[in-house]
């Protein structure tokens, strides 16, 4: 149930700043690189190695080379 709250609030915040004008027209560019760029590959680095290879994750890791190749 947080996490809604906290889907919300970032929505609130963002039509706040766009409202008092405090970020300009082209953000989402800037936004959209920073996430791209630097969020998600720290994202990956952080949860990746926390991982624990077991058989209920090989139906998942398996499936797009099994759709690829039918």
């Known amino acids: 149930m947080s996490s ?3 889907i919300f609030i970032c929505l609130l915040a963002g039509y706040l ?4 004008k405090v970020v300009n027209v082209d953000a989402f ?3 959209n690189s920073l996430v791209i760029y630097f ?5 990956t680095l ?10 209920e994750l090989l ?6 080379w ?3 190749g039918l």
């Not at 969020?39 to 994202?43: E, G, R, S």
């Not at 952080?46 to 058989?55: A, D, G, M, V, W």
């Not at 139906?59 to 797009?64: D, G, T």
């Open 39 to 43: 969020a998600l590959p720290a994202l």
């Open 4 to 6: 809604i709250y906290l």
């Open 29 to 31: 560019k800037t936004l």
């Open 66 to 68: 099994v759709n690829i």
């Open 59 to 64: 139906f998942p890791i398996l499936m797009p």
């Open 46 to 55: 952080y949860f990746i190695p926390k991982i624990e290879l077991t058989s």
């Open 17 to 20: 700043l766009k409202k008092f």
